[in-house]
């Protein structure tokens, strides 16, 4: 295969394409490797799906991977959600133009003008070229491939059929480009597109090629899309190969994990090179789009359509789409779609832009007369802005870094210990929750906590307390980048002062987990401490409580949040989910329940909420197994299904017990004993009572749709803001 011959009787073709330079035979084949590759050669490997050949070798090579050899792949008809209306529509809607105006041309005799015209389009499609800067395994290579194939052969047939001068199949992989960092991704791509062109070729009768059958495989490069070097060691714009279209998948990696897989001085460099065109805190995909952006505002590029988890339509990495509609725009979204990403389902982005030529815009597969910054038409929540006065009201909780949460046994017996100094351990031990606790059940865990600036000799007065901290603790700080973490590492990485003099004046306050499935907010006591995976209101009024319960708040927090890691996790941010959020009456000059019955019914359900779910996650008298599935997101769950799937079309509580069952997967457990037809009516109802409270206290219909609520909060928020 490397240069042609003879292999007995059978004449090998010539293939090239340095795949096969390395002709060296490993000196020793165990008989079970033999077996097995004489097996794997009695196959029919002819209709193999490239797409999967790229993806099934990456996982078998890369060590890394190799748990995902039975995960599913992405599919050809989800990448084409970005090849067809990104490369294929401006060139299907041309060669429809074409076609019938070359049957009508035809039909008048002007047979050589419409020779010249196919000629010229068929060599229009050959010379397209296409770009993917993370290409992995050439997945989205393969597919514009084949799309291009399809597309000269329709207009090669119709010359054909219409006795026209022959036009030649001049498509090929010499027309698609690559980057990719990844060495095993990175060989593997050029072999997944040169297959899939051998595969189109002889699945459309053109079996004959001419050797070499593969030609040298240099279109892929190996490199790093979004930072390079100079001599001098400076970070400097890396070149992307010159190309009409960018298509692709960069890689999904949240601001917070990039400092935990990539290298401290790799970021610097990154935050140099892009200072003043993205914030420091956006997530890595977002320089993707930033490079292409810029591209195409040079006018070195025409289109570009990427992926990205749905955290770029919201808080810092919301900037890159903005940028792109001030020296572009956005022509083609998906908001909310569910990929499969290396095995494991997530919910994406995708964007199409361009420099603002294509006038049809398409959102979630249907027309729309524009596409906003969020990805959505008809109201643009990238106008709006923090409301002073929900400033200073939410914060992050208490980010420990380090082991200092200790089981409720530890616990017990440091709060029985005695301390020569005479302090008890009471003053540092406290209870401790975080999102876990609140979605699922809480796990009885405590934290020892020295408080905000407690020093070290006052700490170790504090003897079991001090000395779990110096063995747990002091190993993972002492080296710590942070000079206030490494030098006081017996006090936590950011103790929340700001959430401690909450403490100090409310009995209680309200959290929410920052990640999580449904926004559920919820009581904590002062006596807890909440750690940074929870937000913290300050404030400890049902009606409060109330309105951010309600749908209300909930349409806003679903349109206004990120999305966490793998994108499939809603991240209740402050920034853009609370602190731009107009309430009824601007924060802090609301009328109090005595005043205002409007407000007494919100804050009166919102009690009834409470008193609805604390009774039913711990009823009296059950079993463990009963209790470990009584969680509020199997609760909301529920509610969610019976919503969509029982409310106004059946009431029979067998079908109910048997549906729920399934639902919750309850195994031993029976349905009765963990949520009834009854209950989760009751919960429907305090829902929908306190909807229409709070919908009442904004004096808008009882009937609004989500898009009704979504435009009335948007121009109350800049109503508020203006004043």
Known sequence: MRQGGHFGRDKIQYFNGALFDDATVPPTLTSDIVESLRKACQQDWSQLEPSIFGTLFERVLNEAKRKQLGAHYTSRDDILLIVYPILMKPLR?????????????????????????????????????????ACGSGNFLYVALRELLDLQKEVITFARRHDLDLI???????????????????????????????????????????????????????????????????????TWPPADIVIGNPPFLGHKKMRQMLEHDYIEALFKLYQNRLPHEADLVCYWFEKARALIAQGQLKRAGLLSTQAIRAGVNRYVLEQIKITGNIFMGWSDREWVLEGAAVRISMIGFDNG???????????????????????????????????????????????????NDIAQQMLKATNPSGRSNDDVIRRWMNGTDIASRPRNMWIIDFGVDMSQEEAALYELPFEHVRQHVQPSRVDNRMKKRAEKWWIHGDAAPRIRKIF?????????????????????????LPDSRLQVFARDDDYFAGVLNSRVHEAWAIVTTSRHGDGNTPTYNINTCFETFPFPWSLGTEPSESENPTVKRIADFARHLVEFRDSWLNPP???????????????????????????????????????????????????????????????????????????????????????????RLLALNLARAAE
């Open 93 to 133: 809607e041309k060669w429809q133009t074409l076609k019938f105006e070359a049957e009508s041309g035809l039909r008048q005799g002007q047979s050589a003008q419409i020779n010249t015209a196919l000629q010229q389009f068929a060599q229009e499609i050959a010379q397209t070229t296409v770009l993917d800067p």
């Open 168 to 238: 030649p199949l001049t498509v090929s992989p010499s027309q698609l480009y690559g980057l990719e960092i990844d060495i095993y991704a990175h060989e593997l791509a050029q072999i997944t597109v040169w297959i899939g062109y051998i595969q189109w070729r002889f699945e459309n009768g053109l079996e004959n090629m001419a050797e070499p059958i593969l030609q040298p495989l240099q279109n892929v490069r190996r490199m790093d899309a979004i930072l390079a070097y100079d001599e001098q060691g400076q970070p400097i714009n890396p």
């Open 357 to 407: 030529t294509e006038q049809e815009y398409q959102l979630d597969g249907q027309p729309v007369a524009q596409i906003t910054a969020n990805l959505s038409e008809n109201f643009d929540l990238s106008q709006v802005k923090i409301l002073a006065e929900n400033k200073e009201i939410a914060f992050m909780g208490d980010i420990k870094v380090g082991s200092f949460e200790i089981t």
């Open 504 to 528: 100090a004046t409310n009995k209680r306050y309200l959290v929410i987990p920052r990640v999580a499935k449904y926004r559920l907010f919820v009581w904590l006591d002062n006596t807890v």
């Open 621 to 711: 008298d059950v079993g463990e197994a009963i209790l470990q599935k009584r969680t509020l997101t199997n609760l909301y769950n529920v509610l969610v299904y019976y919503r969509a799937e029982v409310k106004g079309k059946y009431r029979d509580p067998k079908r109910w017990f048997s549906e729920i069952g399934q639902l919750l997967q309850l195994g031993r457990v029976r349905p009765e004993t963990v949520i009834t037809l009854e209950e989760i009516e009751r919960l429907d109802y305090i829902h929908q009572q306190l909807d229409q409270a709070v919908l009442a206290a904004y004096h808008w219909p009882l009937h609004l749709n989500d898009g009704q609520i979504l435009a």
